[in-house]
């Protein structure tokens, strides 16, 4: 009986230490593996944990800088400790990397991990301090060691990492050692760093824009992009040339819109249109309008193509994802001075206001369809896509044109965004400015 008292005594006694041990903990950390090794940082610096597959490259950058991200709009550098530390890398069958997003004295970094574990606190008193036994990483990266549950843990001193003294940067033989992250460019090529720091700096354009407008860059819309890149440079650098927030990305774009972007089209750009049109002697002439809105585009471009073919019978397959817009459009109404003269001649006059005519009317199939998904439509003479592609994913965009190449019949048209652009032997431009339409050779 003595015995059972003494081991019930011993079981107290252990829960009574394991509450203090549990009452006591005054330090947490998220805890991670590189190599097969566990590893701890303090939560305090950890701003979120991610996972990502794409980075943008950096010119000039040492070999562990990943790149940059676009974390909802702020560019930061990833860095790849498992390279910083020259560590063996994991056999992933994926490309997706585990990140942990450190804030660093008011900078934020993304750090490539093998995996991101848990949280796990402990009590301060019992971090051991580094030993040289840990040789895989510089000892002075290490703040600490510590035993939980049989487990043992490397604590990071990533302040120390991501931080850089006077006296280092003055003293430093490897960058890995130093800390120091982007290389400025190689002395004696001045046009090569201007070049490299121009190309880092359209890349986190780039990447603003995808993330705060949904544009993406491609060849679609390169010419433009660096054009406009050049006149947005004017009178900024560093920080100031980025895209912090929704608002400076729309700034940006400003110059990118069509004419007529959400209106009727002008007489002028009308007539613009109405000059690439070729010579079509077809009884039926077909047309998919993409991104047609709440129809303004599409009743502009159906008066241009009845006055251009007066004999034909016109067909407009019009298409938008906005169910909303795509709706009212059939039934608009309009007051007079809304319409310009080019559309009067096909409109009627009701009690609520003028509306297109009959003829018209019958030739548009306004309907809710997204373009990313498959497209079951007859061979097109036209196609209308203003400043659809560009808001699109690159791969999309690349499956679209390959769509129109089938759809378009040999020598039919298609009529880009003002500020866009078909690149290959099967596109011929037709147009100039503000136009942008382009034949096609197939």
Known sequence: MAAVIKDLAQVNADLQEQKERVENVDFKMVTFSLAGKDYGVDIMNVKEIAKADKFTYVPNAASFVRGVYNLRGDIIPIIDLRQFFHLPMSNKTDSIENMLILHINDQVYGTIVDKIDKVVGINKETIQPPHPIFGDINIKFISGV????????????????????EDEKKSRSNVADSGEFFVPPPPGDPSGGQRATADTAIGFIQESLAALR????????????????????VGRSGDSLQLRSAPEAGEFLDTFPSPGDGEFWSEAYASSIKKVLPDNSS???NVWNIGCGKGYETYSFACILKSRYPNARIKIWANDKDIMAVSQAPNMVYELEELPEYCRTYTVHGSNGYSFNQVIKDGIIFE?????NENTLPEMDVILVRDVLSYMAAQEQTRIIADFSEKLKSRGIVIMGRNEELIGVD???????PVSAYLHNG
């Open 214 to 233: 949904g544009f993406t860059a491609s060849s679609v819309n390169d010419k433009w992009l660096h054009k406009r890149f050049s006149e947005w440079s």
């Open 427 to 433: 596109w011929q431009s037709v147009a100039d400015d």
């Open 368 to 372: 809710y369809h997204d373009v990313s």
């Open 146 to 165: 510590v035993e939980k549950l049989g487990d043992l843990y490397i604590i990071l001193d990533v302040i120390r990492i991501f931080t850089v003294t």
């Open 283 to 285: 009884a039926n002439i």
